[in-house]
């Protein structure tokens, strides 16, 4: 019998490219998806190999019934930063539903977490090993979170993806640095543009996710306390050097500046969306790179979407989206 898999937030960005990943895989897994509109889902996805369970991640008697009888969960649940809250809440009862069961629960993770490194040379790439300090309220909603999962009687990994672009990822960071080149006009980035960053095309963000997923199922008494986090890393850049490409591959032209930070600060005074933004904007302020090498060696992961290919499916995906 194949594996029996749940993916949460299915209808976003990295929960449908989860599924898109495991429709490719073994004919006999079973696929569950557990989102609040079958027909948004359905029109993504047609194929009535997946099993579809309606319902709310907040609604206790909903997660129960999408958790039954599974061996894996993806936990890709979008939740809005103004509402951040609740990314808690639904680790809560995700614990709740699964209880003792023996399921795994792989968890995307991001960069918000980990300590801050005040210099460029002070640190290594970011690794599993890297102390978890959130500088924020929302990066410490996020850390609960993971905790919340790796203190349930169930085995969970965290795995740390850098922020991820490609079709269907609008969110807004990602999006201007697409849309303002298609327009041919500027980028106003709300934070400084030259320091290292990384990016991650968004299927292989799922594959990483995938990948622990199958390693454990493998062999699931390899399982150790160093397998409760990895850190996926890509290709080191900018903010500025990643646009410029977007620029290069539309053929138009444009400048990338960096906005100071104080005036993001300054909106929050006067919309919430801009107080929760400034709140996770330290990890384009400060090195996020990140070091891949435990789960390639562990799961045998590496990224194969280059900037250049992602980009280019990604600017695609942005022009027919118009």
Not at 45 to 57: A, D, K, T
Not at 124 to 129: A, Q, T, V
Not at 188 to 200: C, N, R, S, T
């Amino acid at each position: 019998m194949g594996v029996r898999y749940l993916v949460t937030g299915a209808t976003g960005a990295l929960g449908s490219a989860v599924v898109e990943r495991l429709l490719e895989s073994n004919p006999d897994d079973q696929i569950r998806v557990f989102v609040r509109s079958k027909r948004r889902f359905r029109e993504r996805f047609p194929s009535l190999r997946v099993e579809i369970v309606r319902g709310n991640v907040l609604t206790p008697l909903n997660v129960r019934r999408a958790v039954r009888n599974v061996d894996v969960v993806f936990h890709c649940i979008n939740v809005p930063l103004t509402n951040y809250y609740h990314t808690l809440e639904s680790a809560r009862l995700l614990v709740a539903a699964i209880g003792d069961a023996d399921t795994h629960v792989v968890y995307p993770g991001n960069t918000w977490v980990f300590a801050v490194r005040e210099s460029l040379t002070e640190a290594p790439p970011i690794s599993p090993d890297t102390p978890i300090d959130p500088p924020s309220r929302v990066a410490r909603i996020k850390a609960e979170a993971e905790e919340m999962l790796f203190r349930a009687p169930f085995p969970a990994t965290v795995v740390h993806l850098p922020d991820f672009y490609g079709p269907g990822v609008t969110n807004d960071l990602a999006r201007p640095l697409f849309e303002r080149p298609i327009a041919d006009t500027n980028v106003l980035f709300p934070a400084p543009v030259d320091v290292p960053h990384e990016f991650v095309f968004i299927e292989d963000a799922a594959r990483a996710l995938i990948s622990v997923a199958d390693s454990f199922r493998e062999d699931s008494s390899r399982w150790v306390e160093a397998d409760r986090r990895f850190t996926v890393g890509t290709e080191p850049t900018t903010v500025s050097a990643f646009a410029q490409k977007v620029y290069d591959m539309v053929g138009t032209n444009g400048r990338v500046r960096g906005l100071p930070t104080w005036l993001l600060r300054s909106g929050a005074l006067f919309s919430d969306r801009i107080e929760v933004l400034s709140e996770i904007i330290h990890v384009f302020t400060h090195d996020t790179t990140m070091n891949g090498n435990a789960i390639r060696e562990r799961d045998g992961f590496e990224p194969q979407i280059d900037y250049e290919t992602g980009i280019d499916r990604t600017v695609a995906w942005f022009e027919g989206a118009r």
